[in-house]
């Protein structure tokens, strides 16, 4: 009898998917996926949104393929951001969403729980 193993088989959202759940949960507008570049570009995927509020400013969702790749992108990213964009991140989820600098502290928290809970 053969046994089939689903470990290590968890299926991570893509980064337009949570794209798309920053839109169900209104806080985000024009979801679309973009080539990873610049301090992501160690990222598997990356989508870029415009704030449902503002407009004018952008945020972005990474994705990632493993936990090394996460935690390089993350620790550049969170260094780069520590006076501008909020970055939320989740290992777990192998995802990371950075916010611009001005984004009202009410959406930035709503956007951390979402990508808290991935």
Do not use: W
């Amino acid at each position: 009898m053969a046994f089939l193993s689903a470990v290590g088989c968890t299926k991570h959202s893509s980064a337009v998917e949570v794209c798309h759940k920053l839109e169900g949960a209104g806080v985000a507008t024009g979801c679309h996926g973009i080539p990873p570049t610049g301090v992501g570009a160690g990222a598997a995927e990356t989508a870029q949104f415009e704030l449902t509020e503002m407009p004018e400013h952008e945020g972005t969702v990474y994705r990632f393929e493993d936990g090394a790749a996460y935690d390089k992108t993350a620790a550049a990213l969170d260094a780069a951001t520590r006076t501008g964009p909020h970055p939320f991140g989740s290992r777990k989820a192998l995802i990371f969403v950075q916010l611009n600098s001005n984004t009202p502290s009410d959406i930035a928290a709503h956007v951390r729980t979402l990508v808290e809970a991935l």
